[in-house]
């Protein structure tokens, strides 16, 4: 049935292809991949997308699977030199072409990329070890402007045009005095009268001509005294609870009624108040202590299963789908599971590092892109990782 669906998927990235639609073709080459893992066809024809979209070291990486799956294979080989000439990679490709040839040596589009290598390898001298795409940028000379030879003899520097500021100075002279009756008008709609017995206030220097006649502060508006006066009160309010209220001596007796009634809703809410706090406090999911760059360079200065071992207990299981996303790589993920298979396989291995393992080995699974991971692996490699299943329990098996 497997087979039946990678053939399926192949016929569909196939036509997709033809048409030019390569993203659409590499989607049904990657699901026949899924379907049918040992078929060097359809990582050799999703290889081929690649090149066409100048994905160079995905196609590099395709075609070195072909390889793996059959050794020799002679379009694996050419695909493969022809995206490393365009990495740059000009010893490996000669390399790979080399090997075509002795497999076809009647093969016309070997010789012909051979010749072409050649072609870059001697133009690569001249311009430095660059890539065909740098090769191919338009390049926009520079001319630089000499000085003539009457310019070059003279001595003298070269005239700068100035050009002249004028200041402008102000021809009338600042007022020394403000007509301050003239100025200070009242523009009130309603009509100003001066308070009687009420002592204007005394200014020293020259503003002695403020207090002007003019200028005189209308009455208050009376207030009714039928209107209730406005308690005064207030207080001081903590947190803890224990508030200190200030009343009006004048206050009802209602209100000192239900003081203390007050202050027990007071309490009852900011303790209400600190225990949410407290819960949403709890709720936050903690972060890890690393980057994925500073785990992995950690990670390489330690060789000791222990010390590895360690370096991982700061990790929650939880965070490595957020730790890794779609960076992890297979060579990683094996160092990680010698490191498990260390750590159960020893004597003296407890059933709470056993539960641990399991725990990571479960949302390893969970990390985006997993499956695709699993699929370089060899057999060995998926051997190790089914002795480390079983010695957790087998809960996970990663589909292998």
Same mark, same amino acid.
């Given at each position: ?34 379907? #049918? ?23 590099? !990486? ?32 000669? %390399?790979?072409? !080399? ?21 870059? &390898? ?13 090769? #191919?940028?338009?390049? $926009? ?32 002279? &600042? ?92 309490? %009852? ?40 071992? #360690? ?29 498990? %298979? ?31 991971? $699993? ?26």
């Amino acid at each position: 049935m497997a087979s039946v669906d990678a053939q399926k998927a192949k016929d569909m990235g196939n036509a997709a292809f033809k048409a030019a639609q390569y993203p659409e073709a590499i989607g049904h080459y990657t699901t026949a991949v899924l379907a #049918n893992p040992t078929d060097p066809t359809y990582p050799l024809n999703r290889a081929a997308a690649y090149l066409k979209l100048g994905k160079y070291e995905d196609a590099e !990486r395709d075609c070195t699977t072909v390889l793996r799956l059959k050794h020799g294979h002679v379009k694996g080989l050419y695909r493969r030199a022809q995206a490393r000439i365009e990495l740059a990679k000009f010893d490996e490709a000669e %390399q790979d072409l !080399r090997e075509a040839l002795q497999s076809e040596p009647n093969n016309e589009p070997v010789k012909t990329e051979l010749k072409k290598l050649e072609a870059l &390898r001697v133009q690569s001298k001249k311009t430095g070890h660059k890539s065909s795409q740098e090769l #191919n940028r338009r390049r $926009v000379p520079i001319e630089v402007v000499e000085p003539s030879s009457s310019q070059a003899g003279s001595t003298s520097p070269p005239k700068r045009r100035r050009v002249p500021i004028e200041i402008v100075e102000s021809s009338t002279a &600042r007022p020394s005095t403000i007509d301050v009756g003239h100025d200070l008008n009242p523009v009130s709609t309603r009509t100003l009268s001066p308070t009687p017995n009420v002592p204007l206030p005394k200014s020293s220097g020259s503003t002695s001509s403020v207090a002007s006649p003019r200028v005189a502060a209308s009455k208050a508006p009376e207030v009714p005294s039928d209107r209730p006066k406005p308690k005064v009160g207030g207080g001081i309010f903590r947190r803890t609870g224990n508030h200190t209220v200030v009343q009006s001596p004048k206050e009802d007796n209602n209100a000192k009624l239900s003081k203390s009634a007050d202050d027990t809703t007071v309490k %009852q809410s900011t303790s209400a108040h600190l225990e949410s706090a407290s819960l949403v406090s709890v709720s936050v999911a903690p972060k890890s202590p690393m980057t994925l760059f500073s785990f992995r360079r950690a990670w390489e200065a330690h060789d000791d299963p222990t010390d590895r071992w #360690n370096l991982i207990q700061k990790i929650q299981p939880t965070y490595l789908p957020t730790l890794f996303q779609t960076s992890l790589e297979p060579t990683l993920l094996v160092s990680i599971v010698e490191t498990f %298979q260390s750590l159960v396989s020893a004597e003296d291995a407890s059933d709470e590092d056993k539960e641990m393992v399991n725990d990571y080995m479960k949302w390893f699974a969970k990390i985006p892109r997993f499956e695709t991971v $699993v699929l370089f692996l060899s057999s060995r490699e998926k051997s190790l990782v089914r002795s480390v299943c079983m010695a957790t329990g087998g809960k996970v098996s990663w589909g292998i």
